[in-house]
């Protein structure tokens, strides 16, 4: 969802607090694409305090869809976000050329608001580096694929069989992350 603010920029010590929703289906990120299901809309504050930095805070909550490390089964993954930011204005803009710089990934020249970016951040900073959909998770048999949390097969483990290569390359692929 995108919010004009510029209103927010002109007027000293103006703040509103708007009820915002997030429209993206997807994050898609380096890790690849995963599908998301929006919380419910969350309260945003936006502050200008005295003409010197704009204030953003709120939280809420998306879940979003990330395979299991071990077996790939796509587990509901809930993120609680949490928004705190201060924005310098443009007079004291050289005081922080970083945080300006993460401004404008969301909020255009237009002083609209993209929350839905504001959001991706929050996900991508809090992106988790092991996601199991059970501590204990069997994962996959490397040699015919069955999901060992399911069924057992009758394969000895130990070598690898190179038609079956392709998933353990899927596990490593998730490993590095
Ligand atoms: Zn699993
Ligand atoms: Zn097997």
Redesign the pocket.
Known sequence: MKLDISDVYSLDNKEIVRKVHIDMVEFASRQGVFPIQAGEPFDLMIANEEGKRLRLSGEGDVTVQI???????E?AYPFHFIIEKEIPLENTLEESEDADDEASSYIDEERVLDVDRLVFNEILVNWPAKV???SD???ICPKCGT?L?LAACDCEQGELDPRMAQFQDVFNKFKEV
């Open positions: 395979p299991c490390d071990r077996c790939l089964q587990v199991l959909c059970k998770c069997k994962g999901n949390n």
